[in-house]
């Protein structure tokens, strides 16, 4: 199975390690993610203004491409899959952004006339290939060094799950698919009552001190509930966590477990 797969450019960055592990723990379970050419930042956070159009035509150049191959778009990042799946809603919707946005991309070349991107791409978060298309049965059959002695807090953030009107990804309140991944790779999942609390990561340079107590609260609550690590798929959690956290629980990318339960090495 192949699928269309925008990184993001974190990815080539400072999260270098949950772009190589998911790609090597997708094609060991079946898929291939096939990069698209040409891709540009997403821009990290979706633009609110509803006169804007310049900050969302990177997100619709990436989702016209995967709609001309297949029709399917993965990302990991949480930031990239907020903004890419936000801007598709806009587009789909047909309102003034999106006439807007075709306008610009049929005048600078982009799009020929009568080619409009509307929204027909679908946007597919890397947890969502897991337990749709290969299956969580699937992925604990494949697992050759399960992870049994790890008590892991799933901790969702808040870009994964908001807008809820948009994102459709889980339950906002209480989701599952982050514990459904950590049982499958066969460790064991804490429940905490902040795993779905925003870390405070856009204002750490404003407000670093608010920020700071934010991330503590959630690693207390977390080790308070007995685990010993929380796992992520937003490349800024993961750094919040390492820079402004309490340093007893460690930030880790679920593709980084998941290869290491699949028997994945350098």
Known sequence: MKLSYYPGCTLRTQAKDLDK??????????????????????????????????KKLSAIRALDAAKKNGGKLVTLCSACFNVLKRVNADMKEGGDVAKRANNYLVATGYLSGGDEYKGETEVIHYLEVLRDYVGWDKLKAAVVNPLKDMKLGAYYGCLLLRPNSVM???NPENPQILEDFIRAIGATPVSYALRNECCGNYVALKTPDAVKAQVDKIERNAEQAGAT??????PSCRYNLKVNGNGRLEGVYITELLATALGIKE
């Open 229 to 234: 690590a929380l796992v992520t798929a937003c």
């Open 21 to 54: 592990w998911g790609r090597l723990s997708l094609e060991k379970l079946g898929v291939q993610l096939e990069e698209i050419e040409n891709w540009q930042c997403c821009g990290a956070v979706y633009p609110q203004a509803t006169d804007e159009i310049a």
């Open 168 to 170: 459709r990804f889980d």
